[in-house]
């Protein structure tokens, strides 16, 4: 779709294309009527000089005397020329050098002014002609005049006018650029503050540089991002609240599951270890489904330094008993994630890594082609064969150790709904487990 500036400019250029070019032929049009005006007045006048010529000699003959016109009328081909016609007999000028001049030849005292464009040496003339009774005779009398310079110096007028009006277009297109990329500066400010609010920068769009025409669009908009954002609350906080509920009954039910009375009626054993399974698997997924549904809505700025110190130091009371030294490399920057997924997902993989370690934990986390979080412990590890099932729902390596196998894919939850990837493989260093999670750029912003 085209651009509003982009709509405006053409907009634009098309009314003063429109504009400029009727001003052009209108401005042509009148050039050329008062160049002719002036012509015809001095048309009449050279035919008024040559009527007050006319006298009538002893036989009453009406004779003229063509001396006392301008002598452009005696130079051959001067582009001045008239015809006069005199009770049936005619004289011509002798700029016509003997070539005739076609006129209309018009009766009943009327006067008629027209143009001929095959005149002597195939000249455009402007042509005035009279018919009139002067002293009892009948007269007729044609004026004419070249309008070859007139229609030159016309074409230079065109030209010279056609220039300024392109300048004047140019000039009028570029300012109207300006000023209509100057109008659309508060629509660009509210697209930077959406932007803003999306990464958790603000909470809501100011209004207090945003145009008359579009504040009433901007309110609508913090009125719904505002119940947008109680809304979530209530789910996230609903959502908090029945994970924490649920998780004691499904402990005991896998307690149960795994006790010495169910163990005696295996056909039960099976069928409450799958059933409960899938109860775990459903909620799990719809849990887990509702809360990243809005994470995106969620944005929240927050240092990875300082939430994974926090992190460590309370991973480190729950398993006091194992002593784990925990080196964390992290940025001390903000940035623009949300902090739930970060910590699920980071919780997770340290978690997972103080039930395995023997005493050391390596977490890493960087800005290197996106956000990239990397957790090595000096565990057992995992065989190669067995790598590519540990996403997978309820899958634990090692029976005797206690969790229900949902950590992994959780991550694996969260890593796809924002397109990254997690890598499981052995820490070269430590030589347990490693788990490499990159969450793509698109994600992440970084201050």
């Given at each position: 779709m085209i651009s509003l500036q982009k709509r405006l400019n053409y907009g634009l250029v098309f009314i003063l294309s429109t504009v400029l070019s009727f001003n052009w032929l209108a401005a042509d049009i009148f050039i050329k009527a008062v160049v002719e005006k002036q012509m015809i007045t001095r048309l009449i006048h050279d035919s008024d000089t040559l009527i007050d010529t006319f006298h009538t000699n002893n036989k009453n003959q009406l004779v003229f005397n063509s001396l006392r016109l301008e002598s452009v009328y005696d130079q051959e081909f001067s582009g001045h020329y008239y015809v006069v016609k005199i009770d049936g007999k005619t004289y011509y000028s002798k700029s016509l050098n003997n070539e005739k001049l076609d006129i209309k030849e018009i009766q009943n005292e009327q006067t008629m002014i027209y143009h001929q464009n095959n005149g002597p040496h195939r000249q455009p003339l402007l042509i005035l002609e009279k018919n009139l009774l002067y002293l009892g005779h009948q007269i007729n009398i044609a004026i004419a005049e070249d309008l070859t310079n007139i229609y030159a110096d016309i074409i230079h007028i065109r030209l010279a006018y056609l220039g300024l009006s392109i300048v004047v277009l140019v000039i009028s297109i570029l300012w109207q650029t300006l000023d209509v990329k100057r109008s659309l500066n508060p629509l660009i400010l509210?697209?930077?503050?959406?932007?803003?609010?999306?990464?958790?920068?603000?909470?809501?769009?100011?209004?207090?540089?945003?145009?008359?025409?579009?504040?009433?669009?901007?309110?609508?908009?913090?009125?719904?991002?505002?119940?947008?954002?109680?809304?979530?609350?209530?789910?996230?906080?609903?959502?908090?609240?029945?994970?924490?509920?649920?998780?004691?009954?499904?402990?005991?039910?896998?307690?149960?599951?795994?006790?010495?009375?169910?163990?005696?009626?295996?056909?039960?054993?099976?069928?409450?270890?799958?059933?409960?399974?899938?109860?775990?698997?459903?909620?799990?997924?719809?849990?887990?489904?509702?809360?990243?549904?809005?994470?995106?809505?969620?944005?929240?700025?927050?240092?990875?330094?300082?939430?994974?110190?926090?992190?460590?130091?309370?991973?480190?009371?729950?398993?006091?008993?194992?002593?784990?030294?925990?080196?964390?490399?992290?940025?001390?920057?903000?940035?623009?994630?949300?902090?739930?997924?970060?910590?699920?997902?980071?919780?997770?993989?340290?978690?997972?890594?103080?039930?395995?370690?023997?005493?050391?934990?390596?977490?890493?986390?960087?800005?290197?082609?996106?956000?990239?979080?990397?957790?090595?412990?000096?565990?057992?590890?995992?065989?190669?064969?067995?790598?590519?099932?540990?996403?997978?729902?309820?899958?634990?390596v090692d029976q005797h150790v206690s969790g229900h196998g949902l950590g992994l894919a959780i991550i694996q939850d969260i890593v796809e709904f924002y397109n990254g990837n997690l890598i499981i493989s052995r820490s070269p260093d430590l030589g347990g487990l490693l788990a490499t999670v990159i969450f793509p750029l698109s994600n992440v912003n970084n201050n």
């Open positions: 509210l697209t930077q503050e959406l932007e803003d609010m999306s990464n958790g920068k603000t909470a809501s769009i100011s209004t207090a540089r945003v145009p008359v025409e579009v504040k009433p669009l901007v309110l609508e908009i913090n009125r719904l991002l505002g119940l947008v954002f109680r809304r979530l609350q209530q789910s996230r906080n609903a959502v908090g609240n029945l994970s924490h509920a649920l998780k004691t009954p499904l402990a005991v039910l896998f307690t149960l599951a795994e006790s010495e009375i169910i163990s005696q009626y295996p056909e039960l054993q099976q069928k409450l270890k799958s059933q409960t399974k899938m109860i775990l698997h459903h909620i799990e997924r719809e849990l887990k489904r509702t809360r990243i549904a809005g994470s995106q809505q969620s944005v929240s700025v927050f240092n990875p330094c300082q939430e994974i110190n926090l992190l460590v130091g309370l991973l480190q009371r729950i398993y006091a008993d194992k002593q784990i030294n925990i080196n964390v490399i992290a940025p001390n920057k903000n940035i623009n994630f949300d902090r739930e997924d970060f910590l699920e997902v980071l919780g997770n993989l340290v978690d997972n890594a103080c039930k395995w370690a023997r005493g050391h934990i390596q977490i890493t986390v960087t800005f290197d082609n996106g956000l990239v979080m990397i957790v090595a412990d000096d565990g057992p590890g995992c065989p190669e064969q067995e790598i590519p099932f540990l996403p997978q729902r309820g899958f634990r």
